[in-house]
């Protein structure tokens, strides 16, 4: 379908870290309109926190397609119930935070480049944000976190490595180890995201936009324009692949196909990442509900 010069797909959603009104949104390509969104002052998080959540950064479905987790670079961590806007656990990580990603147990790993690290935090979801058990693991230029589960590693990539962590499953006081680091091509590893429907991850640094083959540990350029991009997302036959590519300072108004066309675009918004609203079977398992680690 083309709405004017707009590529759209029939029943597709993405959702956005969106920085103009500091929010999460989802939106609709065939109305190219905000369907959903969620602004902390609007929320459960209290005045004095609001300010964690200035610019957001990532937002991923989670928990079965009913939750989204996000994070902004205030350093606010936040676990949201679409239904009702709820902000069902939040927490404050600090240092310029760019992701998050939900562990096997419920608990949450965010990444913050300011300070090179990554932060676990203990999920209590009737007990926070104060007095909430946190860890860092130092990472360089952290910006990216991908659970895999098929391999029970967590990946992050730091500035020329990819690494991956075995994680210690205990619930009060997780913590990560070391496993394995690669060496990248480019510098600067901003995004990273588990390919739909492949044992793969698109990873992009300053030097492109690649397709990382987990079994072979290979890595291929992909097939997508190229430059300044902060995130990747893929879908099922009949999804584009779609990225974000600024067109002012670090963010846009509109999301791209892999050849830079328009999928959604409108006047006035300050986008940081976009991803398709799909399961991510990667990462979670089938039917996933929400886990309190205990």
Same mark, same amino acid.
Request: hydrophobic residues 40%.
């Given at each position: 379908?083309?709405?004017?010069?707009?590529?759209?797909?029939?029943?597709t959603?993405?959702?956005?870290?969106?920085?103009?009104?500091?929010?999460?949104?989802?939106?609709?390509v065939?109305?190219q309109?905000?369907?959903?969104d969620?602004?902390?002052?609007?929320?459960?998080?209290?005045?004095?926190?609001v300010?964690?959540?200035?610019?957001?950064?990532?937002?991923?479905?989670?928990?079965?397609?009913k939750?989204?987790?996000?994070?902004?670079?205030?350093?606010?961590?936040?676990l949201?119930?679409?239904a !009702?806007?709820? #902000?069902?656990?939040?927490?404050? =990580?600090?240092?310029?935070?760019? %992701?998050a990603?939900?562990?096997?147990? *419920?608990?949450i790993?965010?990444?913050?480049?300011?300070?090179n690290f990554?932060?676990?935090?203990?999920?209590?979801?009737?007990?926070?944000p104060?007095n909430?058990?946190?860890?860092?693991?130092?990472?360089?230029?952290?910006?990216?976190?991908?659970?895999?589960?098929k391999?029970?590693?967590?990946?992050?990539?730091g500035?020329?490595?990819?690494?991956?962590?075995?994680?210690?499953?205990?619930c009060?006081?997780p913590?990560?180890?070391?496993?394995?680091?690669?060496e990248l091509?480019?510098?600067e590893?901003?995004?990273?995201?588990?390919?739909?429907?492949?044992?793969?991850?698109?990873?992009?640094?300053?030097g492109?936009v690649y397709?990382? !083959?987990?079994a #072979?540990?290979?890595?291929?350029? =992909?097939?997508?324009?190229q430059? %300044?991009?902060k995130?990747?997302?893929? *879908?099922?036959?009949?999804?584009?692949?779609?990225?974000l590519?600024?067109?002012?300072?670090?963010?846009?108004?509109?999301?791209?196909?892999?050849?830079?066309?328009p999928?959604?675009?409108?006047?006035?918004?300050?986008?940081?990442?976009?991803?398709?609203?799909l399961?991510?079977?990667?990462s979670?398992?089938?039917?996933?509900?929400?886990?309190?680690?205990k």
């Amino acid at each position: 379908m083309i709405i004017g010069s707009i590529i759209a797909q029939p029943d597709t959603s993405i959702i956005l870290a969106e920085q103009s009104e500091h929010r999460v949104a989802i939106a609709d390509v065939n109305t190219q309109k905000i369907t959903w969104d969620w602004k902390p002052a609007a929320s459960n998080v209290k005045p004095e926190h609001v300010k964690w959540f200035s610019s957001v950064s990532d937002a991923k479905l989670v928990y079965n397609g009913k939750y989204i987790l996000t994070v902004a670079s205030g350093g606010g961590v936040a676990l949201i119930r679409i239904a !009702d806007k709820k #902000t069902v656990f939040y927490a404050y =990580a600090g240092g310029n935070t760019h %992701s998050a990603e939900l562990l096997p147990d *419920g608990n949450i790993v965010t990444a913050s480049s300011t300070g090179n690290f990554l932060m676990l935090f203990k999920v209590d979801t009737l007990h926070f944000p104060e007095n909430v058990y946190t860890k860092k693991v130092f990472i360089e230029f952290g910006h990216n976190v991908v659970w895999d589960q098929k391999r029970q590693v967590l990946w992050s990539a730091g500035l020329s490595k990819l690494k991956s962590f075995t994680y210690n499953f205990n619930c009060d006081q997780p913590d990560l180890v070391l496993k394995d680091s690669i060496e990248l091509p480019g510098h600067e590893a901003h995004d990273l995201f588990p390919v739909y429907g492949e044992d793969a991850l698109w990873l992009t640094n300053n030097g492109g936009v690649y397709k990382f !083959d987990i079994a #072979t540990k290979q890595l291929k350029q =992909a097939d997508i324009i190229q430059r %300044s991009i902060k995130s990747v997302s893929s *879908g099922p036959a009949g999804y584009p692949t779609i990225v974000l590519q600024p067109n002012e300072s670090w963010w846009s108004n509109e999301v791209l196909d892999a050849q830079g066309k328009p999928v959604f675009s409108q006047k006035g918004l300050r986008i940081y990442k976009a991803r398709w609203f799909l399961e991510n079977k990667f990462s979670y398992p089938a039917n996933d509900e929400v886990r309190v680690c205990k």
